[in-house]
Structure formats: C-alpha cells, structure tokens
C-alpha cells in the first residue's frame, strides 16, 4: 500500500529531511501518511497516530507530528506538550503555509521535506540538540 503514495526516491527525501531537522535539535520529528482520514478534522486523527506511535514518550514532551491523509488532502502538524508549553501560539503557522502550498499543487513530499526543515529550524531554538541526545523515535515514515 505505501508504494502508492511515495516512490521510494520520494520516502528517502522525507526520512533524510527528518535526519537532517534532528541534527540541530533534540525534537523528535515523525511523518504518518494515509489515504484516508476517518474524521472531519485531521487534527483528531493526528492526535490518535500520535499516540499510537508513543511519542509522548520523549523525555522532553518535544516530539511533533507531521500527518497527512493525501487522498482526502487534509494534514495536521502535532506538537506534544513539552513543545506546546514554549513556544508562540503562531509557532507552527509557517510550517502550516509551506505544507498546504505545496499540497495545493500536489507536491507532497517536496512540502513534507520543506516543512520537516523549517519545524527543525524552529525547534532549535527552543530544543536545542544536547551533547548527550539520542535518537528517542524512528526516522521512518509510517502508513496507516
């Protein structure tokens, strides 16, 4: 099923976009991809995956969730509360602006790689990549 929503070229584009936003922050970034989101509001759905995926289990509460259902054209990015507690309330309207222009003109993963980058460079400055950092959660994309 997941050969239908990203080549492979396009899947490795996305992984090292979330390698490369992690090497300057200690946020934990995943992408969660579907065809279909069983809700009207993404932001539901996200919430639900982003528990499936445990990644409220950061130490610093400072995962985020990238979360699109391609056919349906909805996506949500999910900040955990540890992220949520720092930063602006406009904090995610950029990544927000990149992913939705890009998707308009079904650039999927060119939009993901693009907001991937920005939500590492914004991160940084609040969650700034410690000598001691680990890997918390996987770099891979999950298809639901």
């Known amino acids: 099923m997941e050969h239908l929503l990203f080549t492979e070229t396009e899947q490795k584009l996305i992984i090292e976009a979330i390698k490369t936003a992690e090497l300057n922050t200690s946020g934990e970034v995943r992408v969660h991809v579907e065809h279909h989101c069983p809700y009207q ?49 406009v904090f995610w309207n950029d990544v927000r602006d990149i992913l939705k222009q890009s998707f308009v003109n079904e650039q999927f993963s060119a939009g993901l790689s ?12 609040f969650f700034p990549r410690q000598n001691n950092d680990k890997n918390e959660l996987p770099d891979d994309i999950s298809f639901g």
């Open 41 to 89: 509001d993404a932001l539901t759905r996200a919430q639900e995956v982003f528990a499936q995926l445990n990644m409220h289990r950061t130490d610093l509460q400072n995962g985020v969730l990238f979360y699109v259902a391609v056919t349906d054209r909805k996506f949500a990015v999910l900040g955990d509360k540890g992220i949520n507690d720092r930063v602006p309330s």
């Open 114 to 125: 693009k907001g991937i980058m920005l939500a590492g460079e914004q991160l940084k400055a």
